[in-house]
Each structure stands twice: as structure tokens, then as C-alpha cells.
């Protein structure tokens, strides 16, 4: 009887349980009804969630409710409310244009983003999907307002330039800060672009006082992928790019050069150099085109392959990812192979553990190509066409008799190895501790080691061969570093207000070891650089360094009713490169949402509107290890007996003791507003920036050394606005446009030099032709040089005689008027550092089509190109003119600009003569992508399929008559603008696809 009641019961209780059992399943899709895994599904009015799997698909208990409301939401989605009539349902998520809600990493913690009080701003993983993309910084270009990104020059595997609000340092780096989740100072080489989930630009000082003394540049914070609850996803991509130089130089082929050869020596007084035979030989046989035969058009590869899945306690992704890119010239190529695993553990609770470990393996062969007179890029266009580039016997000819005096480009590519291998590994493990409710624990831990390796071979057959200086060499460096950040932080809500408190201790160390053996005049090089003893002298050097950084940060985050908001923090680094070890740096920022106001209910212009202000002061530890210790150096050997080496040691350089971090302050006024419910949205800032104490490297008296010293010498300002539109003009079912434009506006100038008012600076490469000069009330990036007025004419030979001059001859601006022209005469020419920068994004979607395109551009500054001085010969290595506009070349009865071959001319190589407007518009990425309909994959088991086909950098709209208005070979801030034989950014055509399983 009880067991019959028992089984009573418990069938009534099953009925029961049963009756209350509502079961919905569902997909969630975006607007290209593509699956959206790790979206959250919420039953209205209740705690009952669930999240989509892999394929987007989800099954939710609602209970009781048979008519229940479900509630749908996913970052960077509009949240969606819908009514369940049935059993299934399907539910297509919108991108919500402004995304305030979205959560954002702001350093040391994430904020939602319409409470963020700083100037930031996100660049998101299908962002930098669109694009083959080789560097991280590439993302960056063209998408973030107050970011200039160019592309300095095209070698393979070449890092960008990216200056957030404009330069700060003169001679230090002014590459911002990359914190790669959380580990500080972390390798952007390392980083897979198809690994970023997100990245967030700190650009007011009231984001970046947080890094303190690292902080003044900027600062890029890097969130890689991790994997999301459901089963196993796979994902393959592939891209093939053909790349090649999208501009020659327009020189003369070999007839018109001996032409010009023998115009030039007989306004010169000599004999011809070409007999009219030769010249007829040349005119029907042709020449030798150098651009053509140093460069190629290589294939690009690249192949990605990532597995992540997980459960409601472990989540994983793993990737694998390697790039194949040879270079725009022969003998050169860069090759980088990158492992990652990111795995998330939920401990307990309270505890979760992650460890995210990288692995990079790059190799380059000859990819440091400076931007040099010797360069063969630069050779190349200063090289006699009428010379071969072999012998009979198929041996390279070295040296020509006209044109540059410097070595055969093709064999100095050719013959010369720069080989360079590395191993980096970086791990991160993330211990985070919910100790009470809203108060939580975080340590970070990252440790990176690297060995790398650099061999060297520069034979016979380049241009250290042929004087006699040719070598091989071996060098090894292992470096590590280690960093631990600890911080509380707790959260907590009161009513009408919010609270979030930060409290940080950290400290990180690194330390470097190097080595290195060469071997000079071997007798073979048979062997290459792996026999280095067989050289006629043997030299080894090494060196170590190593340094420390401890800091503590304290940071508070209030919010009343949501409207009013306030961030201050306060940041102490102290390091072991200063005697003065530690400084301090502070920030406060102040928030408006007037959105949330009651006045602002009830209109229908503005759906979000917020107000922010703010101050901070940040630092750039542009100081060298051991920059405030005396040191002796190690010099050049010295041959007591004629034949052994005996090492020397000199004097080191003086140090300064009073040397001081530079520091930024800077204050910040923005404006961030919303219109027609989410779909346009509007950013601007402005702020004015002033770096103080700035660093410039002075060199002593050669009885103290003659070495050069750091030394803090004055003041710069940067000063400027930003704007950022957004929208989704058209959003229908099948039919969606999103549009971006960014623009900035940045003004720098030179306020202060420590009592100095002029300082020349040495520049690019072997010229030495001093062409930059530090200025005040001047920007930075200045040419120095005389003003290049044309050629005397005709009616002007009196006045041209006062100057020991004749018609045709060059003319300058006399500034002293003595009729000389001196170093009086010298004066700003031009400036490298663009005013203003803009870039233009659009995606078109039609149906499973998608075209994208983006233009990017500069405005506003000048280019002084070396390069397109040397074609004009006469100048260092360069003998005789190559360049297609000698054919134009002054004549009694043909008055043009061009200076005639003269002896009486003067042809200054630091003259406006080659300064030239480098303002330009690229179209840097065009796209047309085919999603292959899921009614299709279903058959072959596929989650999604993707092709496309694209083109990067495919045309340039500017005046400048050089190869690329987007390059330079600037080494510091004041050498901006400045280029000599730099390889140009490629023209890329790529036809790709991306799967997943």
C-alpha cells in the first residue's frame, strides 16, 4: 500500500513538473543571417537564461508562461523583445550603430561605454576581418579619429607608424603603448590579426594616466578571442594577395641618357662620351631598365586555421596562423608563424583562471633596408642604362662608367643577407577572485622570453666587398621579461549611485643579453656567415642590460542617477633608469549624460547625448638603462703590432644629472551624441596637449668623449580636434548601408628649446645634408635649406653675373643679399608633419553580397625626397642625370625651371627644389564578398562559407612626383617628411575565403 502511494504521488508530481515544462527553441542570426553564437536569451520577468551554441541555436525553459516574452541581446546588437506564439522561433539581431551599452576595456577593468568619461575609441574584430591585413596597425588606419597610421615604407613585414594626437617626443619613440590583455609594453609583431577580438585607443590623458611614465603616446589595449560555450567550432581562412610596385620613376631609357650624358660633359667642356654609332647601337637595342630588373611582383600568402568550443567550466580557442611575404625586391622576403591558446576556467564560484599562451617564429632576409644613398632601391634609379647587368660570362658587373659610382643594385640585392629568426613566447594567466559580492581580486602575471638570432653576409660582390670591408657575423640576444599586476577593485550601486574603486600594485622587470662574432676579409664564403673564422680578423662583442618599474595606481569611478559622472585616478611609477626614481601622475575626467535628463525625454532629435571634460599628466620613459651612470665604452680595435686586434676603451658619454621623464599634460573637451534611435552617430573632441621636458640628445666635446647625452631641453604642444560620423543610412531586409568618416585636425609647434633657438640636425642616411632644424614656434618635422627659385633667364645675365652666375645657372633666395649665397641664406623650406588626416568607411550588403571600400588620406605637410634629388646627378654618388625631366633642361631658346649642365651652377641638395606637397587620398581597401546560402552549406555540413576578392592601395590621388606620398625614413619626430631610396607600399590584388565547420 505505501509503495502504491508512493508511485501515486510521484506520478502526480511528474504530471505536474511536466504540465509547468514550456520548452522554446530557437536561432539567433545577424543582419547577413549568419548564426551569432554566445548570445544571450532571457525570459522577461524571470532569471531563466540561456546562451546560443556554436550555430546560434538555443533551447530555453520559460516555465509556466505559455505566451512568454523572450529578451535577446548580444554585444554590439540592438537588444530584441519577442513575443513566443509557437515551439520555434527565429530571431535576427540588428547591429546597434552607437553601441553605448557596450562593454569596454578600459585598462585594469571594463566600463560600460556610455559611462566612459574619456576620449576613446574601439576598433572590433569584423573590422579588421575586412582587410588582409600583415601588421595589427593596419587595422587602425583610417578607422580611429585622432590616430594617424601610415605605412612608412613597404618592405615585408614593416611595423607602421601610428602617433595618437600627434608627436610628443623629439627624439624618443612616439609609438604609443600596446597592452595586450594587460601584459604592458606586449609585441605587436606577436599578435595574429585574426586573434583580436577588440581594441581600445586611449587618447585623452584621463585614459592613459593609468600607464603613468609609459603612457604619453597613447595607448592601444589589445583583447584577443576566446572561446564560447557550445561545441566544437572550427574555422579555416586563406588569402593569396600578388603584390608589385604601383609607380616607376619616369627615367630616361639608355639613349636618351648617353644623350644627356654627352649634353652634360660638352656644357661641361669635355669630349662627348658616346659616339654617334654607340648612340644608334643603344637607340636600337635598348638598355637596361634597373627598376625592372631589382623588383618583382611576389605572390602573398597567408593561411589561419582556429578550434574554440567549451563548456560551462572550461572554454578554449587555439589558433594557428602563418604569412609567407616576399619583398618588392629580389632577395627579400618576411615569414612569421603564430600559435596561440586561450583557455578560460571557471574554478568555483568565485574563482576563474586564464591562461592565454602565444608562440611567434619570425624570419626576414634583408627586410632593414634603412632608406640610404647605397641602398639598392635607391641605386636603381641612379644607375647607368646603358650598362648590362652582367658580363658575357654571366658575372655581375659591379661598377659602371657613367651614372652612380656605387655597386650594381642587382648584386648588391643579391649577394647581401641580413637573415634574422627569433622564438618568442609570452604567457599570461589571469587569476580573478570574487571575494565578496562586488568586491573581486585580479593578478596578472605575464612572463615573455626571446631568443633571436641575426647572421650577416656581405661578400665580395657588394659594396663593403669592393672597398675591401666585406664580412660575416653571428649575433645572438635573449631577453625576458616579467610583469605582475595585482588589483581590488570593487563595484557597487547605492541607490542613485555608482561606485567602482581600483586599487593597483604592479612591477615588471626585464633584462637582455647579446652577443656577437664577426669575422672580416674571409678567405672563402663558401660556407657563408656559418665559418665566420676563416676570416683575416676576428671581432667579438656582448652586452647586458636590465631594468625595473614598480608602480601603484588608485582609481575611482562615480556615476549619480547615471548622469553625472566622474573618473579620478592617480598613478606612481617608479624606475630604475632615474636618480629620482619616482613621479607622480594624476587625472580627473567629468561626465554629462544629458540623454538622461527629464528635459530630454520627450525629444525626438537626440537618443543619446553625453558631455565629457577632463585632465591628466602623463609620462615617456624615454630614458635608456644606465642613461644617469658614467661609462666606459668599447671602441674600435687598435693594432699595436700591425696585425692583432686590441680591444679599446674610451670614454663613454657624459651623463646628465638632473635627467627627468618627459611629461604630457593634457586637457580634453568631447561630445559624443546619437540620432534617429541609434542609427547616426556623432564624436568630436578637442584638446591641447603640452609635452614638457623634452629629451634631445647633445653631443660633448671630443676632449669628454664626443659621444652624445641625453639631456631635458624644453617644450612642445600639440593641439587639435577629432569628429567621427557613423550611420546605417539604409537598413532594410535585404538591402544595409553603413557609412564612417573620421577626420582630425592637428597643430604642433615647438614652444620652448632650454635657452637654444635653432638646432640643425643631422638626417637620413649617408648625405648628412642637415636638412632638419628644430625650430621655435615651428612644428616639428622643419626643412632647412635655400629657397630654390628656377634658373636665371636670359633677361636676368646681369644681375646672375653679380652672383658669379649665367642664365640657366640655379637661383636661390639671397636672404642677406650679399650676392653669395651662404649659410645666411638658409631658411624653413617645407614641413613634414601632416595637418590633417581622414579616412572613409563603407559596407554595402545586398542579400548574401557584400562591397566594402575605404579611403584614407593626408593633407597639409610636404615630402623632401633625396630620391628625386640624385636622378638630377651631380650630387654625392650620383654622376649623371637619369631622370626623364633632363630631357627638359634650360637652353637660350627653351627657358624652362630646369637647371642647365653647368659649371658656374650650384645645386644645393637641401633646396625647396626637391620639397614637394605630399598631400594624398588612397582608396586602401576595396572588397566584393559572396556568403554562400546556408540552404547550400547544410548539404556539405558547413557552418559558413565566404569568398572574396579584393584590392589595397590600388590608386593615389596626389602631386607628388615620387613613388609614394605615404613614405619616409624618419628615425624621430624632427626627421619627418625627410626619404631617401625607401621601397613604396605595394599594390595588392587578393582573392580569399573564410569557413567554418
Known sequence: MQRLVLMLVMAFVFLDVHAQQHMVKGTVT????????????????????????????????????????????????????VAVNGATITVRLKTDAHSLNDVVVVGYGVQRKRDVTGATSTVRSEEIVKRPLVRVEQALQGTTSGVQVASNNGQPGAGLSVRIRGVNSITGSNEPLYVIDGYIGGSVESLNPNDIESMEILKDASATAIYGSRGSNGVVLVTTKSGKEGKTRVD?????????VPKQLDLMNAYDFARTVNTQFQLSGNPAAFTDAQLQ??????????????????????????????????????????????GLILNQYYKRTTLRSNVDVKLNDKMDLKVNVTALFPQNRNTQYPGDLIDPFAQATQWDPTSPVRNADGKYILSAQYGSIQINP??????????????????????????????????????????????????????????GRDFASQGNTRYRSYQNSNFLTYRGDFGDHSLTVTALYEQQNRRNINSNAQGVNLISYVNGYYNIGLGSTQLVSSGYWADALQSYMGRVNYAYKNKYLLTAAVRVDGSSHLLDKYSTFPSLALGWNIAKEGFMQDNRIFSDLKLRASFGVTGNQAVNPYATIPQISTGAPYYFDGSKPTVTTPLGSPVSTSLKWERTEQYDAGLDAAFLKGRLTFTVDAYHKKIKDLLYYFQAPFYNSGATYARNIGSVENKGLEFALGGTPISTKKLTWSS?????????????????????????????????????????????????????????????????????????????????????????????????????????????????????????????????????????????ATTQDA????????????????????????????????????????SISYHIPESLLSKVKLRNLEVYVS?????????????????????????????MGVIPNPRTYTFGLRAGF
Request: aromatic share 12%; no cysteine.
Open 30 to 81: 545577424d543582419e547577413g543571417n549568419l548564426p551569432l553564437p554566445g548570445a544571450t536569451v532571457r525570459v522577461k520577468a524571470s532569471t531563466v537564461s540561456a546562451i546560443t551554441d556554436a550555430s546560434g541555436n538555443f533551447q530555453i525553459n520559460t516555465g509556466e508562461q505559455a505566451s512568454p516574452v523572450l529578451i535577446i541581446s548580444y554585444i554590439g546588437y540592438v537588444e530584441q523583445e
Open 740 to 880: 564612417n568618416l573620421i577626420a582630425s585636425i592637428n597643430r604642433n609647434k615647438v614652444v620652448d628649446l632650454g635657452g637654444l633657438d635653432n638646432i640643425v640636425v643631422n638626417n637620413i642616411g649617408s648625405p648628412q645634408s642637415n636638412v632638419s632644424i628644430l625650430k621655435i614656434g615651428q612644428p616639428l618635422g622643419e626643412f632647412y635649406g635655400y629657397k630654390f627659385l628656377g634658373t636665371w633667364k636670359a633677361k636676368e645675365a646681369a644681375e646672375a653675373a653679380l652672383f658669379g652666375m649665367k642664365p640657366g645657372d640655379a637661383k636661390y633666395v639671397d636672404v642677406d643679399g650679399d650676392k653669395k649665397y651662404t649659410a645666411a641664406d638658409l631658411q624653413t623650406i617645407g614641413n613634414g608633419t601632416p595637418k590633417f588626416t581622414f579616412g572613409f568607411i563603407n559596407d554595402v550588403k545586398y542579400d548574401n553580397f557584400t562591397l566594402s571600400f575605404m579611403f584614407q588620406g593626408a593633407t597639409g605637410y610636404q615630402i623632401y625626397s633625396q630620391t628625386l634629388a640624385y636622378v638630377w646627378g651631380g650630387l654625392g654618388d650620383a654622376r649623371n
Open 281 to 326: 647601337e643603344l637607340q636600337s637595342k635598348g638598355g637596361t631598365n634597373w627598376q625592372k630588373e631589382l623588383q618583382q611582383s611576389p605572390w602573398i600568402q597567408n593561411y589561419q586555421l582556429s578550434v574554440s568550443g567549451g563548456n560551462t567550466g572550461v572554454r578554449y580557442m587555439f589558433s594557428f596562423n602563418h604569412l609567407d611575404q616576399p
Open 887 to 926: 630631357l627638359d633642361i634650360w637652353t637660350p631658346t627653351h627657358e624652362t625651371d630646369n637647371p642647365t649642365f653647368s659649371k658656374s651652377s650650384t645645386n644645393f641638395i637641401n633646396s625647396s627644389r626637391y620639397v614637394y606637397n605630399a598631400s594624398y587620398m588612397k582608396l586602401k581597401n576595396l
Open 236 to 244: 579555416f581562412s586563406t588569402w593569396f594577395s600578388k603584390a608589385s
Open 951 to 979: 584590392g589595397q592601395n590600388l590608386f593615389t590621388v596626389t602631386n607628388y612626383p615620387g613613388y609614394d606620398p605615404e613614405i619616409t625614413n624618419a628615425t624621430n619626430a624632427i626627421t619627418q617628411g625627410l626619404e
Open 410 to 467: 642587382v648584386a648588391q640585392a643579391s649577394n647581401q643577407q641580413v637573415d634574422n629568426s627569433a622564438t618568442n613566447l609570452t604567457g599570461t594567466g589571469v587569476f580573478t577572485w570574487r571575494i565578496l559580492p562586488g568586491l573581486s581580486f585580479t593578478s596578472n602575471n605575464t612572463y615573455e622570453i626571446q631568443w633571436a638570432l641575426n647572421q650577416q653576409l656581405f661578400g665580395k660582390e657588394t659594396s663593403l666587398g669592393m672597398s
